[in-house]
């Protein structure tokens, strides 16, 4: 007829779920024409909560309560539920927040490593069936080689580097510094040799403590420690940062 009106609803409608039993919230798009109980069991799988002990409140896009969802045999449609609307699943069944996120009470499954070893289809038989990682001999003993010949060449460059000499600090990614060497040996934080630097810019990590050892004495942010492979000394004499006065 001409003049009338008519209205015509989305045959489905996208709400956002939460349960009492989990801080998550998922949306999902649900037909108007399901029956409250068929809404049910859709979201048992959804939320984990049996249909039989859900008891489903309805909430508007601005999460203010509606009404509850208690008659399984109306429609979905037949509730004022919009798009971006929140349906609260609530568990009869007596489960509580964090049920199924709380691990601290599941009974933990622990082997030992003698009856892990006795196994035949782990990880670790494989590899060693393949040679594989540190159950390879020949690679392990190549690593080892190549670790103590470094370490010598670090000793080598400590021990030719001596404290207050001027530096040039050169690591990989890192643009070149300049600065005087104020410790050259061990350290408790990293084991080897070190070159304890204070640069003549605040380019540094510390003021020559690590770990709550003094080192040296530098303000902070002036100190480093580097490997002395990195250190080259020589005649580097400090940059003039300031500007002439006319």
């Known amino acids: 007829m001409e003049g009338s009106l008519t209205v015509t609803s989305n045959p489905s409608v996208n709400v956002r779920l939460t349960t009492a039993i989990s801080s998550f919230e998922v949306k999902r798009r649900f037909d108007r024409g399901l ?4 809404l049910k069991g859709k979201l048992e799988m959804v939320v984990g ?24 045999n ?16 609530i568990d009869q069944s007596g489960g ?7 691990v601290s009470k599941v009974e933990k499954f622990a082997l030992s490593d003698d009856a892990y070893e006795k196994r035949t289809e782990t990880a670790r038989s494989f590899m060693k069936k ?31 580097i001596t404290v207050g000499s001027r530096c040039q600090v050169h690591a990989s990614g890192q643009p070149t510094k300049l600065g005087t060497v104020m410790y050259v040996g061990t350290t408790e934080f990293k084991p080897g040799f070190w070159v304890g630097v204070k640069y003549d810019e605040p380019l540094g990590k510390h003021d020559g403590s690590c770990n709550g050892k003094r ?9 480093g420690f580097v490997k002395p492979l990195n250190v080259t000394v ?13």
């Open 215 to 223: 080192y040296f004495e530098c303000e902070n942010k002036y100190g």
């Open 49 to 72: 909560v049996p249909s039989s002990c859900m008891d489903l409140e309805l909430f508007s896009t601005s999460d203010d309560y509606m009404q509850k969802m208690d008659d399984d």
């Open 96 to 102: 509580q927040l964090g049920e199924f996120t709380d």
């Open 35 to 38: 029956c409250i109980a068929e």
């Open 234 to 246: 020589g005649d580097f004499p400090e940059e003039d940062y300031g500007l002439d006065e006319m």
């Open 130 to 160: 393949q040679s594989l990682g540190r159950y390879n001999e020949e690679e392990m003993a190549k690593k080892k080689a190549e670790s103590i010949a470094r370490e010598e060449e670090q000793k080598a460059a400590a021990e030719a």
């Open 74 to 89: 109306a429609l979905l449609g037949s509730y004022p539920v919009d798009d971006d609307c929140r349906i609260h699943v």
